[in-house]
């Protein structure tokens, strides 16, 4: 068992470039999310599905993107990507059937020059 | 609105002395609350939740909360200090029941252990 899987590990950007971050779990879980990090504000909700073919946005979403067509995987598009996207991303996913508690990947670092 | 404080960005204890970490939470609703560490580089990892079973959780690495519902708090402790406990720890809280997948975490406190 990987767990959550997130890549890349490091990436920088130049402003008004896009990319997708990936992030797959193989735990079957329904749920997955993806969080930014930026210091003194803990983690913030971007966006997260609770199914295949379901996304919604949290409370940071705007610049980016989601899709979900399979159970796995869960990218995150950077459309035009700004130097406020400068942040460490957080992948997790749960499961609402077990109940469980999220499980996180090892983050992706990102900077936009 | 749900919403999570930590109060102190920074705790510094002796190795051998009890951790304290703080946590508030303002929530309508009977929430889920977690506390996670996070160690350098490194993505967060459970340490323990409470599901609204027993108030007193016990975590890993001896580390256990309670959840005082007249206080809104729940706060972080372990008896002694260790040096590999030093991390940043991150308190969060679900809105709504079985919806972990919209965690609102507080700020984190980093945890500075001394020799």
């Known amino acids: 068992n990987a767990g959550v899987t997130q890549t890349p590990k490091f990436q920088v950007l130049k402003t008004g470039q896009s990319m997708t971050l990936q992030c797959a779990q193989d735990?079957?879980?329904?749920?997955m999310s993806w969080y930014r990090q930026d210091p003194g504000m803990g983690l913030r909700l971007i966006h997260y599905?609770?199914?295949?073919?379901?996304?919604d946005q949290g409370e940071v979403p705007n610049g980016y993107n989601v899709s979900r067509s399979t159970t796995e995987d869960f990218p995150l598009r950077l459309l035009s990507a700004a130097p406020s996207q400068t942040s460490v991303y957080f992948c997790?996913?749960?499961?609402?059937?077990?109940?469980?508690?999220?499980?996180f990947g090892q983050g992706t670092r990102l900077t936009v020059v | 609105a749900q919403s999570v404080t930590q109060l102190g960005s920074h705790v510094s204890v002796s190795e051998g002395a009890l951790v304290l970490l703080r946590c508030n939470y303002s929530?309508?609703?009977?929430?889920?609350l977690f506390w996670y560490v996070q160690y350098p580089n490194q993505g967060l990892q459970l340490l323990l939740k409470?599901?609204?079973?027993?108030?007193l959780v016990k975590g890993i690495n001896g580390f256990e909360a309670e959840f005082k519902k007249s206080e809104t708090s729940f706060h972080l402790t372990k008896p002694s200090a260790h040096m590999s406990d030093a991390a940043e720890y991150f308190c969060?809280?679900?809105?709504?029941?079985?919806?972990?997948?919209?965690?609102?975490f507080g700020s984190g406190t980093r945890l500075l252990v001394r020799p």
């Open positions: 929530s309508s609703v009977p929430p889920y």
């Open positions: 969060a809280v679900t809105p709504l029941r079985r919806s972990s997948y919209k965690l609102i």
């Open positions: 735990m079957n879980h329904e749920y």
């Open positions: 409470y599901t609204s079973a027993a108030t």
């Open positions: 997790a996913s749960s499961s609402y059937s077990k109940n469980t508690e999220a499980f």
């Open positions: 599905s609770v199914g295949a073919g379901i996304t």
